[in-house]
């Protein structure tokens, strides 16, 4: 009789922790045989030095390839599971293409009987969605009349809202700015309807995702079951807060956690890490603090040595001639908000995109590990824009290691060079030089920006091509095996997981996803595109 604790793998296995596809990486002597005991991998290699226990359940992968399970180093699912679910208009340049459209579904949501309590509307994009113009508060307040509105950003960074929303939130013209984050203001000094950065942006849209919030549990378990048919088991999110590791446990206690989930706080001034720095377990757990240094290239405040272009798009966004993004925080308030989570031991992720505000993170960072006699802390860059390969290497030399939104090449590459920063837009999000520089890198979507596709992050990180075909040439290409690492092995290192998940090694835990074409071997074209057959997380694996 089969035991369900045993269970006997055949097909064909990707080990990305060895050379998959070396000059003497030879496909006829690719493992065909894992063993998974308990839900660790115990054995793996051809069906000779791994024969079938007689007690084992046995499972044929069939025609697709197995890879280690996909981890998303730098996602956002409380968020997503929040901003994509019903009850949200869904208005992200992925499902809305014009600015036409953007109002008509915000117009129809408005319209229907019975009217709503409120409405949020998320992924606003005029870059994308050519047309669209910041609205000002009065705007909105015509739209809506007494019905809070609240219009979220695409790059999560800012969002419109009405005078209704903005008392309902309890925000009016005397409302001090949130540390690191602001209200816009009119010349007479009242609110102009724009709330820029994340502690702004949250109390704006607190009260309207109240509904989303109560559904939390729901939603969590609905959005990862559909990470995990992408071929995810394990996400990072840095958006994480203090309820997120209880209600996660709960899913798990009661068989609805499809993915393993490792938390960073969101940090603020005189803020401590809310959790003990030894927690969780392999499904859920918070590993760092989350940190910013300036904000998004689209909404016109990333922190670099030079002026955004002067066009009809950056003044679209408000942006003024000669325009320079500013940082959110001084290198001296890095530092004091770091120092609350690293002298305790927290690892730490701070969002830095313009070179600027790299340097300023690394800065920071050198401080801290000097303060603290730091070794293995693990220290991280988000996104790195506009990282240098000077900085990259710098990051290295400090033991920081780096995740990339390489995405962004795919959705906004033409921008980034023909409407936002010229040529030096073409060297957006150098993976090359990260991997060149020595790092560990990984690359992420982050939550709902764009669509969590990571094989399509390791195509467009090898051809740095956008979705018109346009290759971004500033910056450098990596090699497949490395954007294979990027997703697995390093991704598990960067979130200190490589003892659990990340390879197909004995000793780790069975987590791996069956993509319909040889990873290693095929174009990246055809892997961008692939398809995820199957998922297993601890060795339970879900048809797809």
């Known amino acids: 009789m089969a035991d369900p604790t045993t269970r006997y ?46 007690h084992a359940e046995r499972v044929d992968l069939g025609e697709g390839w197995a890879v280690p399970g996909l981890i998303e180093p730098h996602g956002h699912p409380s968020e997503s599971a929040q901003l994509l679910g019903e009850g949200v208009i869904d208005i992200r340049p992925v499902t809305v293409e014009s600015a036409d459209a953007v109002w008509q579904g ?24 050519r047309g669209l113009v910041p609205p000002t508060i009065d705007e909105l307040d015509a739209v809506a009349g007494e019905t809070p509105l609240v219009i979220v950003h695409n790059s999560l960074h800012s969002a419109y809202f009405n005078t209704a929303a903005a008392r309902e939130a309890g925000i009016d013209r005397d409302t001090p700015d949130p540390a690191g984050a602001s209200y816009g203001r009119t010349a007479a000094g009242g609110l102009s309807g724009v709330a820029y950065e994340a502690a702004a942006v949250m109390r704006i849209a607190g009260p309207v995702l109240g509904a989303a919030q109560a559904q939390l549990p729901q939603r969590m378990a609905a959005h990862l079951a559909d990470l995990r048919g992408r071929g995810i088991t394990t996400i990072a999110d840095l958006t994480w807060t203090e309820d997120l590791g209880p209600l996660l446990a709960g899913l798990h206690a009661e068989g609805r956690l499809p993915a393993r989930v490792r938390g960073y706080e969101m940090s603020r001034p005189g803020a401590r890490a809310t959790a003990p720095l030894d927690n969780g377990d392999a499904w859920v757990r918070q590993v760092g603090a989350k940190v910013w240094s300036d904000g998004s290239p689209w909404v016109g405040n990333i922190a670099a040595s030079f002026p955004y272009l002067d066009n009809a798009v950056t ?48 800065d920071a960072y050198e401080e801290l590990i000097g303060r603290f006699g730091l070794r293995d802390h693990r220290f991280r860059i988000e996104h790195c824009g506009l990282m240098t390969p000077a900085q990259f290497r710098r990051a290295a030399e400090l033991g920081v290691t780096v995740s990339l939104f390489v995405d962004h090449i795919t959705y906004w590459g033409d921008v980034l060079v023909d409407d936002l920063f010229g040529e030096r837009g073409s060297a957006w999000a150098d993976a090359g030089a990260a991997f060149a520089a020595g790092h560990r890198a990984t690359f992420h979507n982050d939550g709902t920006v764009t669509p969590c596709e ?7 990180a090898e051809t740095r091509t956008s979705r018109t075909g346009r290759r971004l040439d500033g ?27 990340g390879a197909l090694r004995p000793g780790l835990l069975a987590d791996f996803a069956v993509v319909d074409v040889d990873p290693c071997r095929a174009d990246a074209e055809t892997l961008g595109a692939a398809r995820v057959l199957a998922t297993a997380v601890d060795g339970l694996l879900d048809g797809h």
């Not at 915000?106 to 606003?124: C, K, M, Q």
């Not at 308030?333 to 120092?339: E, K, S, T, V, W």
């Not at 995109?353 to 340097?359: F, I, P, S, T, Y």
């Not at 697995?488 to 290192?493: F, V």
């Open 9 to 54: 793998f055949t097909g064909r296995f990707v080990r990305t922790d060895l050379d998959c596809v070396g000059e003497h990486a030879d496909p006829a002597s690719a493992p065909e045989a894992m063993l998974v005991e308990n839900g660790r991998i115990t054995a793996i290699g051809s069906r000779d030095e791994v024969p079938a226990p007689a």
């Open 106 to 129: 915000i117009r129809a949501a408005l319209a229907a009987d019975p009217r709503p309590a409120r409405v949020l509307a998320n992924g606003w994009d005029p870059l994308l969605q």
């Open 315 to 362: 003044r679209a966004l408000g942006l003024e001639p000669g325009h320079v993004g500013r940082a959110n925080y001084t290198t001296e308030q890095l530092i004091d908000i770091g120092a609350q989570y690293a002298g305790e031991g927290w690892q730490l992720a701070c969002h830095s995109h313009g070179d600027v505000a790299v340097a300023s993170t690394l």
């Open 454 to 460: 990571p094989l399509r992050n390791m195509a467009v």
């Open 475 to 501: 910056g450098t290409g990596v090699t497949r095996l490395d954007a294979l690492r990027a997703h697995t092995s390093n991704a598990a290192w960067q979130l200190r997981s490589e003892h659990e998940v």
